[in-house]
Nanobody, 120 residues
Framework: QLTESGGDSVQAGGSLRLSCLSS????????MVWFRQAPGKEREGLAT???????TYADSVKGRFTISKDNGKYTLYLQMNTLRPDDTAMYYC????????????????WGQGTQVTVTS
């Protein structure tokens, strides 16, 4: 049970922070990930955060996006800076027992998504 929030419409160059609230403690012991999906495109993995704090980033967001979490608040975050129009998409968080590929089928638990729109 994951619930995303924080999506909004922003101008290019702006920033947003997305949140993903977990109703259980899976955020502490599971690998967490952020995906996005733009209309007509496949779901794209953006960043992972393992239970030991290890992070990975897709090339498309490296240096602009930061994944983090607050275990005490059961919340995962995605800080997004220097946003571009091609960042426009529905953003999802997901969880799996172990970190793996960005194949969406590998992730067990999903939120419903939050919309990010970046205007030029």
């Amino acid at each position: 049970q994951l619930t995303e929030s924080g999506g909004d419409s922003v101008q290019a160059g702006g920033s947003l922070r997305l949140s993903c609230l977990s109703s259980t403690d899976i955020i502490i012991n599971y690998c967490m990930v952020w995906f996005r999906q733009a209309p007509g495109k496949e779901r794209e993995g953006l960043a992972t955060l393992d239970s030991d704090g290890t992070t990975t980033y897709a090339d498309s967001v490296k240096g602009r996006f930061t994944i983090s979490k607050d275990n005490g608040k059961y919340t995962l975050y995605l800080q997004m800076n220097t946003l571009r129009p091609d960042d426009t998409a529905m953003y999802y968080c997901a969880a799996a027992p172990v970190c793996g590929s960005y194949d969406a089928n590998a992730w067990s638990y999903w939120g419903q998504g939050t919309q990010v729109t970046v205007t030029s």
